[in-house]
Nanobody, 124 residues
């Protein structure tokens, strides 16, 4: 079992930045791929970004490429999401996710471990 706890959400103006953190416990983070999904009001949960166990592979949704950066510190069992140039359409609850396999993180979300989410609100 893996437990995930997100932090760092909040209210920011358009063009601003936020950094989300996700701390993993119950299994060392170096053995799991991790990532972020988001769910905007009235919409389905969508993949945002993923990072492999070692950090050598990453995958980004087109909507966030060039603005968001994922990183991880396996010594701290933590993954980070640096979000720059935020726009109102980025407003959503952001969920940390973990999976044994990097590819599964995105294509088999029903098999992921999930955090409870952190709200990001971007005002115009």
């Amino acid at each position: 079992q893996v437990q995930l706890v997100e932090s760092g959400g909040g209210l920011v103006q358009a063009g601003g930045s936020l950094r989300l953190s996700c701390a993993a416990s119950g299994q060392t983070s170096s053995s799991i791929s991790m990532g972020w999904f988001r769910q905007a009001p009235g919409k389905e949960r969508e993949f945002v970004v993923g990072i492999s166990r070692s950090g050598s592979n990453t995958a980004y949704a087109d909507a966030v490429k060039g603005r968001f950066t994922i990183s991880r510190d396996n010594a701290k069992n933590t993954v980070y999401l640096q979000m720059n140039s935020l726009q109102p359409e980025d407003t959503a609850v952001y969920y940390c996710a973990a999976s044994t396999y990097f590819a599964s993180l995105r294509i088999r979300p029903n098999e992921n471990y999930w955090g409870k989410g952190t709200l990001v609100t971007v005002s115009s």
